[in-house]
């Protein structure tokens, strides 16, 4: 069993940085591959970015490459996502997820724990 606490969500204007951090549970955090995903007011849940177990195998959606990177502290058991450049379509809330698997995983229905979510706001 594995409890996922995300944290960093906030309001801020476009163009600006904010840093998510999802502090997991359990001793075998760095068996676990993690995943960051968003959901829109009206919108389906949309993957974001997903990161392997070692952290040595990092995937990034299309719609945020080159301003998103995850990153974890096995550690720390913690994922992180860095956000630059924020545009006014990223506000969402951003959830991350947890799956004891090797791969690097992209679907959602394949995340096997989820938290509670943080809410980011980005005002044009």
């Known amino acids: 069993q594995v409890q996922l606490v995300e944290s960093g969500g906030g309001l801020v204007q476009a163009g600006g940085s904010l840093r998510l951090s999802c502090a997991a549970s359990?001793?075998?955090?760095?068996?676990?591959?993690m995943g960051w995903f968003r959901q829109a007011p009206g919108k389906e849940r949309e993957f974001v970015a997903a990161i392997s177990w070692s952290g040595g195998s990092t995937y990034i959606a299309d719609s945020v490459k080159g301003r998103f990177t995850i990153s974890r502290d096995n550690a720390k058991n913690t994922v992180f996502l860095q956000m630059n450049s924020l545009k006014p379509e990223d506000t969402a809330v951003y959830y991350c997820a947890a799956r004891y698997t090797v791969l690097v995983i992209t679907t959602s229905a394949a995340y096997d724990y989820w938290g509670q979510g943080t809410q980011v706001t980005v005002s044009s």
């Open positions: 359990g001793r075998t955090f760095s068996k676990y591959a």
